[in-house]
DNA sequence: TGTTCGAGATAGATAAATGCTATCAGTTAC
DNA sequence: GTAACTGATAGCATTTATCTATCTCGAACA
């Protein structure tokens, strides 16, 4: 148990600095016997003067003084630092990436980080995800807005939208987007990861149209299969990127244009957690987009 | 001005290792809520909160807190460091060495001290020496103790013998050593340097002897240069090596034996002055005598 | 050699802080 | 729903810091 004080250091520094009790004390806008005493103290505590006291002249230090003096002047400063909000040891940021959007997002964010911003990474479930969040576990997530709690604050970073995923010789494929009534018209395919069957529904329900889930698989990359070989249009807001599916079958993706088709991802905080600096400048980096976003 | 204390830094750090305020409190031997009060208020004056409260669980720090406690960690253990009194900065120490000595011994003893051991040396004469101890502009003083103020301490640190010196044909340099009595039957040659013709003088009539002063030179070298030349026998306290003089001629040097003929050559410091570590570490070394000094 | 002057130390009073007891409020576990 | 526990709040007591006034002790000056 430490019984020095701040009080009692910047004290004994700015009686070095004004060369004597009085003009110190004057310095610091305090009476002359508070500094007194102070020092006296803090002298005690040390069980060896700080300074020489000698009428007239400019109070020297001795020499013990001038390396506590010195110290204590850094360690002041350093402690003005700590309390400026700038601390000097940053603990790597933690951050939970929905498990879904993971492997489209994650890497690329990584990859585009600055090499001073150190941060964990976790790929986690939707639950386990908000229940890290409240635990102060995660500092921040990057997720669907879907039934986060009222304890996290949200940012919107982008809003994605849907795409179709067919074969390149689909009718659709000619088309730059596509539309959710021209989807409602064929045969769709549905994973079960990802955002929810019962999402993609209502997106239909809400203007009125009725889809046909042809097929509902376990996997996005199941579906992307599946619509490779023409089983039916896919729709999912992942993986955007045309190419081929796990069999080899080519693919290709259309964007759905509908407006307020978009989900929007969003970088979730606790509201009562504190973000240190690095964690800030995370989030900063996120909403910036530099790229590591798939495209709305 | 700094309003925070280092009360409320060990309180935070607490907190953080007992996982909780009232675990914290038991730990520090404080009420719960006078840890409460104090954590508040530092949360308040780093505008953040540190911890996240939740009721059972450990209190969480928050990702700022971390960073923060971490930080405030290390202060807290260098500060302790600090007043334990192990201040890493280690300012040169000031030694001054009396000017008649500063040629015999200053060398070899600055050759001799470790390198992690910074010393300014400073060759002065006695009242610049006694002045600058006074006003704390020298740590170590290291003379004869001839007059030094009731406001230094002195160590003796040594016990120097006066030694005859002269043409290595005379009488007395067959003699290992030889005595005031016989020296006062021979021409004596005193320098003006190094200790007072007086102090040899009553070296004499302590004993009742009345020497007989043939030259007084300027400077010891003058002395030892008439010495070899059959000029007489010169007396001095420092340079007690043989060898040969300015002007070529061969050297002996016979010490003087008489009991209290001996110079304490004292380590002084002004009474209240306080050493710095790196201080003590060199008055500690001197005074082991690590061969830098003239023999007794 | 006394006198004056100024810097730091001391004493007593007052204000501010720190801490304690008692109590309240909010959660979790049963 | 209730018990149990954690942290927050309120009011009071104690300690600590600071103030004004005064004292002491050297040094500078005449």
Redesign the interface.
Known sequence: ??S????QL?YAVAVARNGGVTAAAQALNISQPALSVALSQLEA??G???F???PR?PA?????????L???E???A???R??A?D?????P??LAVFEDLAPVILGPLLAALPADLPVTPGVLGFEAMTDGL????I?LALTWDLGLPLSVTREEVARVKPHAVMGPRHRLALRAGVSLAELADVPLILADQGLSVGHMRALFARRGLAPRIAHRTATLELMRSFAANGLGVGLSYTAPVPGQSYDGAALVTRPVLDAGAGEPLVLAV?R????????ERLARLIAARRGFLPKG
Chains 1, 2 share one sequence.
């Open positions: 148990m430490l020095v004080t701040l009080r910047e505590q040390l060896k003067p700080l020489l006291r000698r002249g020297v230090p001795t020499a013990f003084g001038r390396d506590f010195e110290a204590a850094t360690q002041l350093s402690m003005a700590l309390m909000g601390a000097a040891p940053a603990a940021v933690r409240g635990r102060g576990q500092d606790a009562d957690n504190a973000l240190s600096p690095a964690g």
